[in-house]
């Protein structure tokens, strides 16, 4: 199975601040890789596909790009509901994996 | 409205099985490979099993391989996940989720699981 290292696991971060989430792939997937946000007792919610493709009615702070095996989450200007958990997972091969998760916090 | 309402789940002491259902609503459900995910408790997702659009593939993850069996009756827009040899690590909150894919020249790509139930929650205790 294609292991997911996301970096960091936990962020606290202000309203208004950028920030970045890293999603390692321990082997190449091209672009197959997607992103989820999910909220607490909430089922996750699909932000970004083929690495950097957001998602309808997913709003434009939101941006994901790739390097290689290394994939971003950007959130240009954090809002009061961004504050969750997210989730990369891979698409290139069955199983197909995800992420530990990367719980954002309000600082 | 698109939805997703999974059912089955509950107690079962380790060694049992249990047959988790998931029904769709909404959309063409026969076009679409489905999949289960689950979440221990406190813990990430962790994706369990996929199913093609017809029912003639399924994967599955490496934890459950051999004990957990996904299948489908499109005739009834429902997925099942038939669980057994029941371990406590396999009690988590149970997801059914929608793969949505692009044809790409001669073949579907798979992209995203882009429409998600609420969950069932699977204890495994004695």
């Known amino acids: 199975a294609i292991q997911l290292t996301q970096s960091p696991s936990s962020l606290s971060a202000s309203v208004g601040d950028r920030v970045t989430i890293t999603c390692r792939a321990r082997?190449?997937?091209?672009?197959?890789l997607a992103w989820y946000q999910q909220k607490p007792g909430k089922a996750p919610k699909l932000l970004i596909y083929?690495?950097?493709t957001l998602e309808t009615g997913v709003p434009s702070r939101f941006s994901g790009s790739r390097s290689g095996t290394d994939f971003t989450l950007t959130i240009g200007s954090l809002q009061p509901e961004d504050f969750a958990t997210y989730y990369c997972q891979q698409f290139n091969n069955y199983p197909y994996t995800f992420g530990q998760g990367t719980k954002l916090e309000i600082k | 409205e698109v939805q997703l309402l999974e059912s089955g789940g509950g107690l079962v002491q380790p060694g049992g099985s249990l047959r988790l259902s998931c029904v769709a609503s909404g959309f063409s459900f026969s076009s679409y490979a489905m999949s289960w995910a689950r979440q221990a408790p406190g813990k990430g997702l962790e994706w369990v099993a996929g199913?093609?659009?017809?029912?003639?593939?399924?994967y599955y993850g490496d934890s459950v391989k051999g004990r957990f069996t996904m299948s489908r009756d499109n005739s009834k827009n429902t997925v099942f996940l038939e669980m057994e040899s029941l371990r406590a690590g396999d009690t988590a909150l149970y997801y059914c989720?929608?793969?949505?894919?692009?044809?790409?020249?001669?073949?579907?790509?798979?992209?995203?699981?882009?429409?998600w139930g609420q969950g069932t929650t699977v204890t495994v205790s004695s």
């Open positions: 082997q190449g997937i091209s672009n197959a």
């Open positions: 989720a929608r793969i949505s894919r692009r044809r790409s020249g001669y073949v579907y790509l798979y992209y995203g699981m882009d429409v």
């Open positions: 083929d690495a950097s």
């Open positions: 199913i093609s659009d017809s029912g003639g593939i399924t």
